[in-house]
């Protein structure tokens, strides 16, 4: 009987896994815990996303243990804090599989760190999964071992291209992004999907996210005729300079992009509570609220059982519920394999079906490693943060 925690297995999986859960059944000593390696930017200037995935993290490896582990094997959570430094992700990853000797692992959870740390794991067959955004990070060629937790950069982007072209019917628009390999890369994309939908990229623009005015580039935006601006950076000072030279302009057009958009950050630095307005961010379906304000039943649920023990309101509900994902997706792969090799595990995860998540429903197969469906991806309202979770944006029921 499949349960919550375990994988939807395809038939074809069974006779595999069976094979290597004998196997692992004489090589585990009795009483070995279930190790599995966080690589944890918990400190440094982009430690907030790991804060809040390691509360999801922690929930679930204590639930997990209080209901007698993992095949009676108690989960035993591996920290290393990256500091957001990609040298630091790679030793901390060569240390967790040559030393600590992790059954999988966890992250890291920003994709600068993920591009130096991918190919150290797929060399080691080391079983991981991460929540990184960048396309090129999962390959199930190149990275067979490699599996997405998050949506990746393409479907964020199809998810605003969406959303103006359908929804808001807007199709003259600028596309900003910052001068980062992130910016960049992103801008390119988005502007070759507008153009292959046959929309208007009236200007495009790269933007240093220490550059004190941006109003040359909104002028450049206004003149050329943009309807929306589509922005495409993780850097709050810059999304907020853009919103109050918008206001500075008088200039009523929707700004779309990027999740940063709605950071708790920004608050502070528009000159008016109203430059956030018409400010539409990529959201998720399971962590946003409808007009009568509940959130889809089972995060109304998950929120129920954090009360009183994990803190949300200064983080983000997506964070901690893929962090809490992320753990009970490893201890699933094991138990329905019955075996805790690289293998068992990386099989398990390929014939994953619908595995009902807090975050949402997970898919692989061996083709596929992006997992996060798209249909969950969403517009919310980037002023309306709430307990980490936002509103839907005009047009999503």
């Not at 208007?200 to 002028?219: C, E, R, Y």
Request: charged share 15%; net charge neutral; aromatic share 8%.
């Amino acid at each position: 009987m499949t349960t919550r925690r375990n994988l939807v297995l395809g038939a074809a999986a069974a006779p595999l896994l069976g094979r290597l859960a004998v196997a692992q059944s004489a090589a585990v000593p009795a009483g070995e815990p279930l190790r599995i390696g966080w690589l944890a930017a918990l400190t440094g200037a982009s430690s907030a996303p790991a804060v809040g995935f390691n509360r999801g993290v922690v929930f679930a490896a204590d639930e997990l243990n209080a209901a007698g582990g993992v095949q009676g094997r108690k989960v035993e959570i591996i920290t290393r804090d990256t500091q957001g430094d990609p040298t630091k992700a790679v030793n901390a990853t060569q240390e967790l599989i040559s030393r600590a000797k992790v059954h999988a692992i966890w992250g890291p959870t920003n994709s600068g760190e993920a591009l130096a740390t991918t190919p150290i794991m797929a060399r080691a067959k080391m079983p991981c999964v991460h929540p990184c955004v960048v396309d090129s990070l999962i390959d199930p060629v190149k990275f067979p071992n490699a599996f997405r937790m998050a949506p990746s950069n393409g479907q964020w982007d199809d998810a605003v291209r969406a959303y103006l072209l359908n929804t808001l019917e807007v199709r003259d628009v600028a596309v900003f992004g910052d001068t980062t390999g992130y910016g960049t890369s992103a801008v390119a994309a988005s502007v070759a999907a507008f153009a292959k939908d046959s929309a208007n990229v009236v200007n495009q623009s790269l933007i240093d996210a220490t550059q004190p005015d941006v109003t040359p580039d909104m002028l450049r935006a206004k003149t050329a005729g943009a309807r929306a601006i589509v922005v495409w950076s993780v850097s709050v000072g810059m999304l907020s300079r853009l919103m109050n030279v918008r206001n500075a302009l008088g200039w009523d057009v929707p700004i779309v992009g990027h999740p940063s958009l709605g950071s708790g950050e920004i608050r502070g630095l528009l000159e008016k509570p109203g430059n956030w307005e018409k400010v539409f961010m990529v959201g998720y379906r399971s962590c946003s609220f409808g007009e009568d304000g509940k959130l889809p039943e089972r995060s109304q649920a998950f929120v129920a059982k954090l009360a009183g023990k994990v803190a949300l309101h200064d983080t983000s509900l997506w964070w901690v519920a893929c962090g809490y994902d992320a753990v009970k997706l490893i201890a699933a792969a094991v138990e329905s394999s019955g075996a805790s090799t690289s293998e068992a595990i990386i099989g398990a995860w390929n014939h994953t079906t619908a595995y009902p998540g807090i975050f949402g429903d997970y898919s692989y197969s061996p083709e596929n490693h992006n997992g996060y469906p798209q249909a969950d991806v969403v517009m919310s309202r980037a002023n309306s943060q709430r307990d980490g979770t936002f509103a839907l944006a005009p047009g999503f029921a």
